[in-house]
């Protein structure tokens, strides 16, 4: 089983920064991609951005120039550090892991974090 544990999420200030990190923990033989998906009330979940571990990354349009992912592979963590905070960024914010391989077999799995509220202030 592999955990994701997410931290640094909080009330902020419009233009403030916060930055939020998530640990994979458990039985991890690799993971292909982390990143960071966001919901908001009566809103879908979309994905904020994510990186593979070679580190090419995707970013939400209205995120570029403000959000920088970043990944330590060899702790099995992604961070997320957002800058120029806005109120349409408040969501609750997940982690996920994909195509993740818990031993050198071929199957790969889902995780998501159990999400942490960012809320922006006008």
């Known amino acids: 089983q592999v955990h994701l544990a997410e931290s640094g999420g909080g009330l902020v200030q419009f233009g403030g920064s916060l930055r939020l990190s998530c640990a994979a923990s458990?039985?991890?033989?690799?993971?292909?991609?982390m990143g960071w998906y966001r919901q908001a009330p009566g809103k879908q979940r979309e994905l904020v951005a994510d990186m593979t571990s070679g580190g090419s990354t995707n970013y939400l349009d209205s995120v570029k120039g403000r959000f920088t992912i970043s990944r330590d592979n060899a702790k099995n963590m992604v961070y997320l550090q957002m800058n120029s905070l806005k109120p349409e960024d408040t969501a609750v914010y997940y982690c996920?892991?994909?195509?993740?391989?818990?031993?050198?077999?071929?199957?790969?799995?889902?995780?998501w974090g159990q999400g942490t509220q960012v809320t922006v202030s006008s």
């Open positions: 996920n892991a994909n195509r993740v391989r818990i031993d050198s077999r071929p199957y790969e799995y889902v995780y």
């Open positions: 458990g039985s991890i033989f690799s993971i292909y991609v």
